[in-house]
Antibody, heavy 121, light 107 residues
Framework: QVQLQESGPGLVKPSQTLSLTCTVS??????????WSWIRQPAGKGLEWIGR???????DYNPSLKSRVTISVDTSKNQFSLKLSSVTAADTALYYC?????????????WGQGTLVTVSS | DIQMTQSPSSLSASVGDRVSITCRAS??????LNWYQQKPGKAPNLLIY???SLQSGVPSRFSGSGSGTDFTLTISSLQPEDFATYYC?????????FGPGTKVDIK
C-alpha cells in the first residue's frame, strides 16, 4: 500500500518561495508508470491542480502558475518536490500530493493527508 | 482550459434517498471524467474513474455515467457516511480541472 506524506514549512513570507516535499512509502517512486502531482485547496474553496512529474523527469504545469512552479523528483529519497516562487496571500492553501497511473483516466487514487501553507508576514 | 460545472451546488437528502449529481464540461472530454468525495479535513477520495469505473474499495451504491460533455454521479441509497462534498474532474487535457463541488448534507 503506497502512502504519500507532504512536509514543509507551514508559514511562508510574501514574495518568498514555498517549498514542499512529498515522501512516498510502501513502494518505489521509480517503479511503474505513474504521474506524481501537486494539488491545492484554499480554505473553504475548490481544488486546483498545480502540476505533475513523470519519473523520467518530464513535467506538466498549470499555465496559471507555470511561471512560478517547479516540480522535481529525487528517486534516491523516494520523494518529489514542489517549489512555488513569489508567493502571495492567494497561495495560502492546503497542499496535497497525489498519484495517478499514466496512460488512461485513472484519477488520483493515492493522496497525502495535505499540509497547510499560510503566506503571511 | 476546460471548464467544469456541477449542479446542484448543494442538496439536502435523507438516508436511503437516491441522489444524482450532474457535471458538465465546456467541451467534449470523451470519458475522461473522475469523481471524488471529500469530507471535512480530509483529502479527496476517488470514487469513479473514466466516467463509469468504480474505484477499488468503493461501495457499489456509487455509480457514474455519461460521455462527451454530460456526466452523472448517482448514489443509489444514501448512507450516513456519504454526507460530504463531491467533485468531478476532467483528465482529458492539461490543465486538469475540477468542478466547483456539490455539498450533500442531511435533510
Amino acid at each position: 500500500q503506497v502512502q504519500l506524506q507532504e512536509s514543509g514549512p507551514g508559514l511562508v513570507k510574501p514574495s518568498q518561495t514555498l517549498s514542499l516535499t512529498c515522501t512516498v512509502s510502501g513502494g518505489s517512486i521509480s517503479s511503474g508508470t505513474y504521474y506524481w502531482s501537486w494539488i491545492r485547496q484554499p480554505a473553504g474553496k475548490g481544488l486546483e491542480w498545480i502540476g505533475r512529474i513523470f519519473i523520467s523527469g518530464s513535467t506538466d504545469y498549470n499555465p496559471s502558475l507555470k511561471s512560478r512552479v517547479t516540480i522535481s523528483v529525487d528517486t534516491s529519497k523516494n520523494q518529489f518536490s514542489l517549489k512555488l516562487s513569489s508567493v502571495t496571500a492567494a497561495d495560502t492553501a492546503l497542499y496535497y500530493c497525489a498519484r495517478e497511473t499514466a496512460g488512461y483516466s485513472s484519477g488520483w487514487y493515492d493522496w497525502g493527508q495535505g499540509t497547510l501553507v499560510t503566506v503571511s508576514s | 482550459d476546460i471548464q467544469m460545472t456541477q449542479s446542484p451546488s448543494s442538496l439536502s437528502a435523507s438516508v436511503g434517498d437516491r441522489v444524482s449529481i450532474t457535471c458538465r464540461a465546456s467541451q467534449s472530454i470523451s470519458t475522461y471524467l473522475n469523481w471524488y468525495q471529500q469530507k471535512p479535513g480530509k483529502a479527496p477520495n476517488l470514487l469513479i474513474y473514466a466516467a463509469s469505473s468504480l474505484q477499488s474499495g468503493v461501495p457499489s451504491r456509487f455509480s457514474g455515467s455519461g460521455s462527451g460533455t454530460d456526466f452523472t454521479l448517482t448514489i443509489s441509497s444514501l448512507q450516513p457516511e456519504d454526507f460530504a462534498t463531491y467533485y468531478c474532474q476532467q483528465s482529458y487535457s492539461s490543465p486538469f480541472t475540477f468542478g466547483p463541488g456539490t455539498k450533500v448534507d442531511i435533510k
